[in-house]
């Protein structure tokens, strides 16, 4: 989705809402989660122009971390505690009192859990797509939609036939919904 190497230490999540990709690249200096990056974009994928931007805004943020460090004037205006944490923040502007959008991140939050967990499982495994796709009985790009975290269709079956080829089982737990960020 992006380009790793460029990427070491950040997070790019990504929420779709009604085919709109919601996207904010940041790091963390510290206890500060430094947003570098964020919008609205049509792209499944951020741009490498965006990358590089993002790129050096970190460096000059981490030139001198005081002076792009900000209060967030949202929180001022709500009347609310203040924070530097970018997520609490897009979750308040995004989500905060919106049903709808967040049984969407939800969603998101699991199928983008199952795609890392099937990653992580191959790639602990030493198996390339191609060859855990041999085991399961499938093809390398059904294997790569399943490690896609944009991905809605995992099925039981499917995740069985991989933990039986990765020597594991499927466990399925239910939890309580986040409510917050």
């Known amino acids: 989705m992006y380009r790793q190497s460029a990427f070491c230490g950040w997070n790019a999540p990504r929420i779709s809402l009604q085919g709109v990709h919601y996207r904010i690249l940041y790091f963390f200096h510290g206890a500060i989660a430094a947003v570098v990056a964020h919008g609205i974009v049509k792209e499944g994928a951020v741009p490498p122009r ?45 989500f905060e009192g919106r049903p709808e959008r967040l049984k969407i991140l939800e969603e998101a939050r699991a199928s983008e859990e199952i795609a890392r967990k099937i990653l992580g499982l191959r790639t602990k495994a030493g198996l390339t797509q191609t060859q855990l796709g041999k085991l399961v009985g499938t093809t390398a790009s059904v294997i790569c939609r399943l490690e896609d975290a944009d991905y ?26 986040r409510r917050s960020a």
């Open 152 to 177: 809605e269709g995992h099925s039981l079956a499917m995740l069985r036939r991989i933990a039986a080829a990765l020597n594991q089982r499927v466990e399925i737990r239910f939890v309580p919904i």
């Open 50 to 94: 965006e990358i590089d931007r993002a790129i050096k805004r970190k460096k000059r943020f981490e030139a001198n971390p005081a002076k792009h460090r900000q209060e967030g004037e949202y929180e001022m205006t709500q009347k609310k505690e203040s924070t530097t944490d970018a997520v609490e923040i897009l979750h308040r502007r995004l």
